[in-house]
């Protein structure tokens, strides 16, 4: 199948593309490198050993969107594309409404120009606010996001759903991530962001590499077994298979979806530091600072849906999560030394 990914050259985006290749699909990945670097295609080709198709291009470009749906024969489209910094949001509002809601509402547009009707949308367990139990289920209400990048979530989710019900030929599935951590575990793709981390795991491999020096623990008085925030991570692998397994449903299917993905259960942020620990064997000292505006104490799924409707379910544990961002972390380090050197 020809898969469209746009947002494919970016942390989960590569990950989904090494999947799709490896199970015979042929992804194209359009991207405007806003946060990804385009060596990532030739660390794509190292893994599979094959080059994926990259077009670079933004999705607020709806006539470029339109020409590569058309020429490329697009079957399906995963829309991975978006501006993602919760705090970076709330500073700058409008930037963030333009990219991720004018970017999907031209996508969309494009898609139905050329006929194609079948996508598989990033959405976020952001979209249900503060849990009123636990764990989060597909059926627990969802509009009370703290922030414009939660917004942004929920307003395209309900887009969606719009449009499902005016034209039942389309299909949209709503994958809602927990929290994607990890790397592949060759180390050559992984999160990377540009300048200071605001996810928990790039900080914590960060600090252990002694690229920054402590890590900031935000609330330790949380209702919670050690009083810090728990998160339902789940590895990028597992994740980026959980795309594979919607891909089928998506195409046989019509309708608005949403469906969680994550692991079923949650880790505190000092099991994290901990498991880390472990699996770098580096010391990652820790520093109790206030609770971060918007951080809710605890989240985590009930991953069942997704098994029923994809037979998908995710596999790898904390200790892989950990050992595979270290790889990464540790292989970035070494290759920024050797360009240094040379
Ligand atoms: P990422 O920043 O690594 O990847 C997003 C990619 O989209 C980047 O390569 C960026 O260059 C590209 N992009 C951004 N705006 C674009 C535009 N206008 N046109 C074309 N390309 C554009 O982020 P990620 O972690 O891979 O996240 C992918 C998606 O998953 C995002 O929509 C994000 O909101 C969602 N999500 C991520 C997480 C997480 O913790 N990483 C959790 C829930 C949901
Ligand atoms: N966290 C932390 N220090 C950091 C970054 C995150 O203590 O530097 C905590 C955060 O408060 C939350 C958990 O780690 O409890 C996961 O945060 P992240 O930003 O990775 O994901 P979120 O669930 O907020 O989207």
Redesign the pocket.
């Known amino acids: 199948m020809r898969v469209l990914l ?2 494919g ?5 590569s990950h989904t593309a090494v999947v799709l290749q490896e199970a015979g699909h042929e992804p194209v990945l ?7 670097d385009r060596s990532v295609a030739s660390r794509i080709e190292r893994i599979t050993g094959r080059a994926p198709q990259f077009i670079e ?4 470009d709806g006539a470029l969107l339109e020409k590569v749906l058309r020429e490329e024969a697009v079957d399906a489209v995963i829309h ?5 910094a919760v705090g970076e949001s709330v500073v700058k509002p409008l930037e963030y409404f333009d ?1 991720n809601l004018t ?1 999907t509402l031209r996508l969309l547009e494009a898609m139905r120009a050329s006929g194609v009707k079948r996508l598989i949308f ?3 367990s952001t979209v249900y606010g503060p849990p009123a139990h636990l764990p989060l289920q597909e059926t627990d209400p969802t509009g009370e996001a703290t922030n414009p990048y939660g917004r942004t979530k929920i307003m395209i989710e309900e887009m969606l759903a719009d449009l499902c019900r005016a034209d039942p030929e389309w299909s949209a599935v709503c994958l809602r ?1 927990f ?2 951590i990890g790397a592949h575990p060759s180390g050559l793709i992984g999160d990377d962001p540009n300048g200071i981390p605001n ?1 928990l795991l790039p900080y914590v491999s960060r600090v252990a590499n002694g690229r920054l020096p402590f890590l900031n623990v935000y609330g330790n008085d949380y209702d919670t077994p050690d009083g810090t925030g728990v998160r339902d991570y789940i590895h990028v692998m597992d994740l980026a298979r959980g795309h594979a397994a919607a891909l089928p449903y998506a195409m046989s299917h019509t309708g608005w979806r949403a469906v969680n993905l994550g692991c079923g259960r949650g880790y505190s942020v000092l099991e994290v530091v901990a498991a880390f620990e472990k699996a770098s064997g580096r010391r990652v000292p820790v520093k109790f600072a206030p609770r971060r505006t918007g951080d809710i104490a605890a989240n985590w799924c009930d991953p069942a849906l997704a098994r029923g409707l994809f037979g998908w379910e995710a596999k790898l544990t904390i200790e892989d999560m950990c050992r595979d961002a270290w790889r990464f972390e540790s292989m970035r380090a070494a290759e920024a030394a050797a360009q240094t050197q040379s």
């Open positions: 746009t947002g050259m970016g942390f989960i985006g359009f991207d405007n490198l806003s946060n990804a291009g933004d999705i607020r991975f594309a978006g501006l993602k990219n970017g990033s959405s976020s991530y929290n994607p996810n």
